[in-house]
């Protein structure tokens, strides 16, 4: 399922809903749940064959098909019709009602869920990469072993069994499902029954267990010393009935508000055998939340990296905001030598067919190991050691002052002094300053934490944001301020003892290799102060003024733009083309190429600090 189908998916969804009601009701088994018999009746209408759904969702399902076979020609049609039953099922686990007396207090609390579409179901396109990845690492495994073992801990529709079984240079395996929905359950087994009868496969087996997955003792789930455990586990923060449950089974690996997923991660090590697969499809946020960092610094010491797939933003249509990431981790053994590179791949593309926008590879025990050992590409392409060799360095405390601005109070409200222009994270653009938008205060306004520093407002000073998404691109965004504007809530600024160097630190932090230097070592929502003030400063004048025009000249374009784009409301874009004068992406260019040379930054390792800047999920 492509991320643009699974709109259609959604759409689709609650039209189901009267489906279910009257399959329910026609054609119940005794035993089975609502979804189940749904889903059978989905593949007999997929089939032709005689069925009990209305009509009109027939050709629903009918189109659905379609345009999936159009979508991905390379998937054999059987496949097709199975992932369409399972998105469609899945969407719905946790709508249907559940039958009296089977679900506990906990299976009721997991099970509520939107009241218009039901579980998330994962696309398509990245559960294929993520099993093709896993069964090709243990390709060298087959010729030692019978079968592979493979557990995924929620398994719901049975997406990752259903692909497993699909892959075409699979060997032998047992997949082990579980989860704690009883419809869930019954659902797998329904398509993962059909899966297999429509591919007549003899050397897939399928097992699918209602039972507690993380909570409990890992022996009590049967299946021990397994080849892989792969899924996407709940993403959700804490639970209303497990999260103390968790915590004391874990221990101090999960602290403050810990993702559930945090729990499936530690579970799957337990039952992973030594030179076994982890491999899970996990939010961005995994990456570089404060409370993952010891299970990250955990799995860092008992694991390698193989693999790190990063995705867009809108990837999963219900979470528009997060970025989901695909981690593979192979448990070290002393009968396995440790992978020497971990290949990453940055997926920006909607489309289930395309391709990965940039990959490279890094070395795990040199780049991955960052602050609160995160998971992310470190970028020590360039050694502290050999950054500006030829130059004596400097750094920021010696040419100017930082200051984090005036934060606002609803309660302890303090006056300015002398009025001024509050400027903020959403009045800053690289290079440009929209004092236009910002908010203008008056002497003796209470509405700051502290007095705002009004020592700075005559001088010229380098704005900055402190609050940034952490999957957009650019993490360090500056510009230059004039007299009579401060940093105030979401900004702050440097103040320069020499008011000519405030475009070059403009320069400077805008830069490709500032914010690969600055992604190397932080991955947290705000921009740290504390951080900034690592960053050496390599002296060299004649560059400095260089970098200076530069980020002069593109905040100049910057404001003509503006004004002019301000100027002429009413035309089209079309029209306004012509206002976009000048070369400003040239002028990027040169300024990335100017602060390399400042850094004195080789050719391979610029593009690989390009690479790192122009990230979004990390």
Known sequence: ????????????????????????????????????????????????????????????????????????????????????????????????????????????????????????????????????RVFSELRSETRRRSHLDVVDLSAEAGHFALTSLAYRNRPSVRFHAFDRDPEAVELNRTILGNAQSLLASRDFSFRSSMQESVLGRAEELICADVDAVIGNPPWKTLHPTDGKRLAATYGPLLSARFDVYLAFILRADEMLRAGGMLAMVLPSAFLYNDSASDVRSFLLDRYDPIYLATYPRTAFVEYRGIAPVVIILRKKSAKVVSSTVTRIEMYRSLDETACPAASHTVNPGRDWKGPRAAFAHSAEVLPSSAVAHSHRRTSFTELGLF????????????????????????????????????????????????????????????????????SLAQRLVAATGKAGELACSTSAMFVPFEPDHAHFISGLLNSSFANAWYKSRDYNHSIKISVLKGLDIPVELSLWNEIGRCARDLSAHQTRVRDNWAATPNRSGAMRSHIDDGDPEGLRRKLDDLVFDLYEVREPDRARLKTLSETRSF
């Open 1 to 132: 399922m492509s991320t643009r189908l699974s709109y259609r998916y959604h759409k689709h969804a609650k039209a189901a809903l009267k489906a279910i009601e009257l399959a329910y009701s026609q054609k119940n088994a005794a035993g089975a749940h609502a979804l189940s018999v749904f889903a059978q009746l989905c593949f007999d209408a997929l089939a032709e064959k005689p069925h009990a759904l209305p009509n009109d969702f027939s050709m629903r399902l009918a189109n659905l098909a379609s345009a999936s076979a159009k979508l991905r020609p390379d998937k054999p049609l059987w496949l097709v019709r199975c992932e369409i039953v399972l998105h469609l099922s899945e969407r719905l686990l946790g709508t249907t009602v559940a039958i009296a007396g089977e679900a506990d207090e906990s299976t009721t609390v997991h099970r509520i869920r939107r009241k218009d579409c039901g579980t998330y179901s994962t696309p398509n396109h990245i559960v294929d990469n993520l099993v093709s």
């Open 403 to 470: 200051s984090s601005g005036a934060k606002y109070s609803s309660s302890r409200g303090k006056a300015a002094d002398v009025p001024f222009t509050g400027v903020s994270a959403r009045n800053l653009a690289p290079f440009h300053v929209n004092a236009g938008a910002a908010v203008g205060f008056a002497e003796g306004a209470a509405v700051f934490d502290r007095p705002p520093p009004v020592q700075f407002l005559l001088t010229t000073k380098t704005f900055f944001q402190t609050v940034r998404c952490v």
